[in-house]
């Protein structure tokens, strides 16, 4: 039925192109150039894409860079997550081949030998040769193998172990004469013998990736000694399916506390686990678990590798003992805890651990609410009253005077358990907060929303215990909704939707059963409180210096909290076991007055921004099952401040192409200036990192791309409010070309100042012309990017009033006749994307129509990407007949200005290029240009004098102008000269710099009156 539709569809396809002329000339050239270039079974393929509705080459053409293939998968176990852990798995083994490793494991400084432990207790010979083949298979070969007899009845595995043994002398089998020992004993025994400076522990069956010890020894070369390393793992079963991945955080006791995360593999230095004495012949089979408590606080380094180097065998023996494992950890756990002198209860669940801690008394709590909402805390005290289990704690209520009265006419009776605070100043959430702190009399302080709803009644009883944990500063719940739909369960640093940090696992059920290894109900140290509740000792609140009034009034004073915390040495949490539920109403919302906190937190706070050690990006990409991270956040390693104002920078890409390296042009100018400028796109491409590389910062949100699909009167007045919140930080917001259109749509008349700088030509237009506003109100501004830019946008709307922004380029230009000279033959160069609008082909035209005798006087180069894959194909074919002629893809802007040192003109035959920079650059290096007369440059050529001009549509014109420039080429200095004249008078950086500092200056200053 699936085929019949699709050739159905087929035929309706060709029924409209048939009667459709415009169609029918577009279809046919298409069809012809796929028939020329891959053949009836790629023309066939075509077809079939065609009629079901898919990319045309999908299958014809190899795959873009950046897609990710999957290992199969043929098991039965169905984790969420695993397609994605999958792809992340493949595309890490297949990083490095075995020669780069090799080669780059002789660079290493230390020659650190791994000794493993294996212990032979009743495994099948099968499994065995699984775990041996994979450490004989190591890139990395300082490794020594030690198998312990266990006294096993079955001696099949001792026996096999005996003869590998006699092979290799990196193998030793050790035992008490077929006795039989425990794991604690077994543990010791070889720790006795090992002569590795670290010791990695494996069960049978499991095995190690080939570049395992590799990236150990890597970790381990800096020169510290670190006394415990783990990676990430996962499963995989005898058809060597991968599945239950477990991607993990970094270093923390108190993850440790509920899970034995550290699991395999993990790699011990030797004389750590001898400073902490033998393994403990009473726990056995958590012998490891307790050895790694017992050495967690011995406060040595532990370090984390975000990679799967490790994989457990999955079948029903070995899941017994793993199982077994997990259940006799909690006396582990208990003694762990009494030596931190934290008297606590300790119980398992479902694999994992729990504490509670024992309580001679009960300490007084302050609930803190910052509310102005009579709605809101009327409906949520009585519950919070009556469903919390804890008994002694007060609410402290920091409201205005007429709602404080409200409250206590409302809810009478309770004496001195009500504090009501009255507050009538500006809208500051974090000085209330303050307010109500200094008024509080508990030792334990809890901030709360006031649209916050008890869910569990002993909720502030789990936040204290996790509160008391030695080296916890603050901690924080889950947060739900009303249909148990996650809000917060732990919060991760990282860019999306306009704001600088996302819940983890957002949107998911939180009653759901998650078969993951690291989920939404283990609680687990984290790198951002809950801006709905958080909860702190009094003592660390005032000792962190309180919630910051100045620079966080009303967004991220949570995030500014959690950062203080951490950088007084203390850890905050998320406490799984304690859930409240937001209950939102519409009314409720508030609109906070614009303030600069994102821009706050980038200044103050970019080394804690720079990566989320506790939910990394494979965690992230795993938890949402998807192998991309199309939102971040990019920060320099030192950020340049500047105190003239702040500039927001907009492009709709980062290739290193036109408009997107225009705008990376004004960036590095405010810059220089003592601006401070972001660089915004809702995709990332390689000219971030030339940005980082100025130290600019970079955001990446796919949300900047919202509604580009929408006319103006589609539109909503906003984009959604972490993008208006984001916007309203920066005194100005330059939006390049018109494809970011969507800005001017949704903030056309808002309190936010754009400066929509222009650089499309007519073919922009033809797509666009109806999703551009009709009408701009006074917080915009439109400058082109040059006179045929202009002339291009009045076309379209003549309405509008614009201004001339040339952009401009440094001038890297050297004495480089000298190098030009050396060369035997002309070099004609012409950097653009591959695509119709660059109009390659007209020059490979005109060079086919060169004499002989003149072409063999010259070599062209044409240097792209290939934005439009047919084209690039006409163009590559018809550049293979022609000797003279190279084609080559992208090169980085340093390599670039290399060749422009030998190159003696630059050619531009383009059919709609509003300002090409190659032009400007070839100019400011005094090289001949060439371009036809529809770029924006050639409003500035005049023919003959400062270069030479030809139309786009006319190949014998280009042909002429080719001829006489190699003809001539000795004799073109005073062409040269005056290019170079061009260039300093209107695209050199310093004109550039004074007339974009003048517009930004004129539109704040414009800006701020009119809002005055």
């Known amino acids: 039925m699936n085929k019949i539709n699709r050739f159905y ?603 989320d050690n506790f939910f990394t990006d494979s965690m992230l990409k795993y938890s949402s099952d998807c192998d991309r991270l199309p939102n971040r956040l990019l920060l320099p390693k030192h950020i340049l401040k500047g105190n003239k104002g702040n500039i927001l920078l907009i492009s709709h890409e980062l290739s290193r192409t036109g408009s997107p390296q225009v705008v990376f042009e004004a960036a590095k100018v405010l810059k220089d200036q003592g601006y401070f400028p972001v660089v915004a796109s809702p995709e990332d491409g390689p000219l971030s990192r030339d940005i980082l590389a100025e130290k600019i910062p970079v955001i990446i949100d796919q949300d900047l791309s919202k509604y580009r699909a929408y006319r103006p009167n589609e539109v909503p007045k906003s984009i959604s409010p972490g993008i208006d919140n984001l916007l309203g930080n920066f005194d100005l917001v330059l939006v390049a070309s018109i494809v970011s259109h969507n800005f001017i749509n949704c903030y056309n008349g808002s309190d936010i100042p754009f400066l929509w700088w222009i650089h499309d030509g007519g073919t922009g237009y033809t797509f666009l012309e109806n999703y551009l506003p009709r009408h701009l109100k006074g917080n915009i501004s439109v400058y082109c990017g040059g006179r045929y830019a202009q002339e291009m946008l009045e076309k379209c709307r003549p309405q509008f009033y614009t201004e001339v922004l040339l952009y401009g380029v440094k001038d890297w230009a050297t004495d480089m006749k000298e190098i030009t000279d050396r060369r035997k033959k002309v070099l004609f160069l012409f950097p653009a994307t591959f695509e119709i609008r660059k109009n390659q082909l007209l020059l490979l035209e005109a060079i086919g129509m060169l004499p002989e005798a003149i072409a063999e006087k010259a070599d062209f180069l044409l240097i792209g990407k290939a934005g439009d894959e047919l084209y690039y194909r006409s163009v590559d074919n018809k550049a293979s007949e022609l000797p003279n002629v190279k084609i080559s893809g992208p090169v980085p802007y340093d390599e670039l200005m290399n060749i422009y040192r030998e190159t003696a003109c630059v050619v531009v035959p383009s059919i709609d290029d509003p300002m090409p920079v190659v032009l400007a650059e070839a100019m400011m290096m005094s090289k001949i240009v060439l371009c036809s007369d529809m770029t924006g440059t050639a409003r500035y050529i005049e023919d003959g004098v400062n270069g030479f001009l030809f139309s786009s549509r006319n190949a014998s014109e280009l042909k002429e102008k080719l001829e006489y420039v190699i003809d001539n080429f000795d004799a073109m200095d005073d062409v040269r000269k005056a290019g170079r004249k061009t260039y300093e008078q209107y695209f050199s950086q310093e004109i550039f710099t004074e007339n974009l500092v003048s517009v930004v200056e004129k539109n704040i200053i414009r800006f701020t009156e009119d809002s005055k």
């Not at 002789?106 to 000794?115: A, Q, R, T, V, Y």
């Not at 083949?133 to 198998?147: D, N, P, R, V």
């Not at 651990?353 to 102005?372: G, Q, Y």
């Open 9 to 611: 569809n087929f035929i309706i396809v060709v029924f409209k192109i048939l009667f459709n002329v415009d169609k029918r000339k577009v279809a046919f050239r298409k069809a012809y150039t796929i028939y020329k270039e891959f053949g009836l079974k790629g023309f066939v393929r075509a077809i079939k894409n065609k009629a079901s509705k898919r990319d045309l080459l999908d299958g014809i053409v190899a795959k873009e860079e950046g897609e990710m293939e999957e290992l199969p998968y043929s098991g039965s176990v169905f984790i969420p997550g695993d397609h994605t852990g999958r792809k992340l798995f493949l595309q890490q083994q297949e990083e490095f081949s075995e020669a780069i490793i090799g080669q780059v494991t002789e660079e290493l400084k230390k020659n650190i030998c791994f000794s493993i432990v294996l212990l032979l207790g009743r495994a099948e010979i099968n499994m065995l040769k699984r775990s041996i083949k994979s450490i004989h298979s190591q890139f990395y070969s300082g490794w020594e193998l030690f198998a312990v007899d266990m006294g096993a009845k079955d001696r099949r595995g001792v026996n096999f172990f005996g003869g590998e043994a006699e092979k290799d002398s990196r193998i030793h089998l050790l035992g008490l004469d077929g006795q039989k020992i425990e794991e604690a004993e077994a543990y010791n025994l070889a720790l006795s013998r090992a002569s590795g400076e670290y010791v990695i522990f494996m069960y049978p069956g499991d095995q190690l990736t080939p570049d395992a010890l590799y990236w150990v020894a890597k970790s381990l070369d800096d020169g510290k000694n670190i006394d415990l390393l783990y990676s990430d793992e996962c499963h995989v079963d005898e058809r060597d399916n991968y599945f239950k991945f477990f991607f993990k955080p970094a270093w923390s006791p108190l993850l440790m506390v509920r899970t034995s995360y550290p699991g395999n593999l993990s790699v011990f230095r030797k004389a750590a686990l001898q400073e902490c004495g033998e393994f403990d012949k009473g726990f056995n089979s958590s012998a490891l678990y307790e050895m790694t408590l017992r050495l967690s606080n011995c406060g040595g380094e532990v370090r984390h590798i975000e990679r799967i180097l490790y994989l457990n065998y999955a079948m029903e023996m070995t899941e017994k003992v793993r199982q077994r494992e997990k259940s006799s950890r909690v006396k582990a756990l208990f003694h762990h805890m009494w030596r931190m002198n934290y008297s606590a209860s300790v119980y398992e669940r479902d694999g994992h651990n729990f504490i509670s801690k024992w309580r001679s008394e009960t300490p007084l709590v302050s609930v803190i609410i910052a509310t102005d909402h009579a709605n809101a805390i009327l409906g949520s005290l009585p519950q919070l009253l009556r469903d919390t289990a804890y008994p002694n704690f007060e609410i402290v209520i920091v409201a205005n005077s007429e709602l404080s009265e409200n409250i206590s006419e409302a809810i009478p009776g309770l004496g001195g358990r009500l504090v009501l605070l009255p507050y009538d100043g500006p809208l500051n959430n974090s000085k209330k907060y303050n307010l109500g702190a200094a008024a509080a009399k508990g030792e334990y302080l809890v901030f709360l929303s006031d649209n916050m709803y008890v869910a569990q009644r002993d909720w502030l009883n789990h936040l204290l215990d996790t509160l008391d944990f030695p080296g916890v500063g603050a901690v924080s719940p889950a947060v739900i909704d009303s249909e148990g739909g996650a809000i917060y369960t732990g919060g991760r640093i990282g860019q999306r939707g306009g704001e600088l940090y996302t819940s983890t696992f957002p949107g998911q059920s939180f009653y759901n059963n998650d078969d993951r290894a690291l989920n939404h109900h283990i609680s687990r140290e984290v790198s951002v409180l809950s801006k709905y509740c958080f909860s702190v000792r009094k003592e660390v609140f005032f000792q962190a210096g309180g919630l910051n009034e100045q620079d966080t009034p009303n967004r991220y004073f949570e995030l500014d909290f959690s950062f203080r915390i951490q950088d007084n040495n203390l850890r905050c949490a998320f406490v799984s076991t304690s859930v409240l539920f937001n209950k939102v109403r519409p009314e409720m919302e508030y609109i906070y007055p614009r303030d600069r906190a994102y821009l706050y937190i980038i200044k103050q706070w970019h080394t804690f921004l720079e990566k």
